[in-house]
């Protein structure tokens, strides 16, 4: 079975600082992974995903991801935080055969201080 | 364009009792996936359906079971609710594909006292 782990349940960082999450997978056969937002009692929202075409993903709201196969990894980060950023991150592996479930980390809560 | 709803959006429900919720996804997407997500945790696989017919199960009990219409939007049901299934309960819809983004609703908060 896929799984990822993300190191770290909560970083902070100032604003104007930048952001480094991290999340390192698990898989037996070339992943698909993403990062999704989650802000507070709200749902998930997509911030990228690398589906094994460029291994530097662009997303949104500045932030971008680079597949590293070595270390197995796929870290987020943004050159600089914003108190917008402030809200919990997942990272996330698809697998399942003739269909679709993504299997998540169990999150990185983001704080953002002034 | 819409994008993926979820009622209602808070329950409460005490143990025993049985509950239903509904999702309706993005306009042109088939399938729909529910996600259960137990506070301080990710989001747990619970089922896929696509062209009305599960495709995918987690590791859920048989009281956990749901369907999907013609329309393609879905009900999950619970039966025989226990506290631990006290969660934010996700309704995800996309084309299908494995690559293909999973688009989430706003969840529902279900509370079982």
């Known amino acids: 079975a896929q799984s990822v782990t993300q190191l770290g349940s909560h970083v902070s960082v100032s604003e104007g600082a930048l952001v480094l999450l991290r999340c390192n997978y698990s898989?037996?056969?070339?992943?698909?992974l993403f990062w999704y937002v989650q802000y507070p009692n709200q749902g998930l929202q997509l911030l990228l995903k690398?589906?094994?075409?460029?291994?530097l993903v662009k997303g949104i709201n500045g932030f971008e991801a680079e597949f590293k196969k070595s270390e197995t990894s796929f870290h987020l980060t943004k050159p600089s935080a914003h108190m917008s950023d402030a809200a919990e991150y997942f990272c996330a592996v698809s697998e399942g055969v003739g269909f679709q479930k993504l299997v998540f980390g169990t999150g990185t809560r983001l704080l953002v201080s002034p | 364009d819409a994008g993926v709803t979820q009622s209602p959006t808070h329950l409460i429900k005490t143990r025993g009792q049985h509950v239903t919720l509904r999702c309706s996804p993005i306009s042109g997407h088939k399938s729909v996936s529910w996600y259960q997500q137990v506070l301080g945790q990710g989001p747990q696989f619970i089922f896929q359906y696509y062209e009305k017919e599960e495709r995918g199960r987690g590791n859920f009990p048989d009281r956990f079971s749901a369907r999907q219409f013609p329309n393609y939007s879905s009900e999950l049901n619970v039966n025989a609710l226990l506290l631990g299934d006290s969660a934010l309960y996700l309704c995800?819809?996309?084309?299908?594909?494995?690559?293909?983004?999973?688009?989430f609703g706003p969840g529902t908060r279900l509370t079982v006292l």
């Open positions: 898989s037996s056969v070339p992943p698909y």
């Open positions: 690398y589906t094994s075409a460029a291994t």
């Open positions: 995800a819809s996309s084309r299908f594909d494995s690559t293909d983004t999973q688009y």
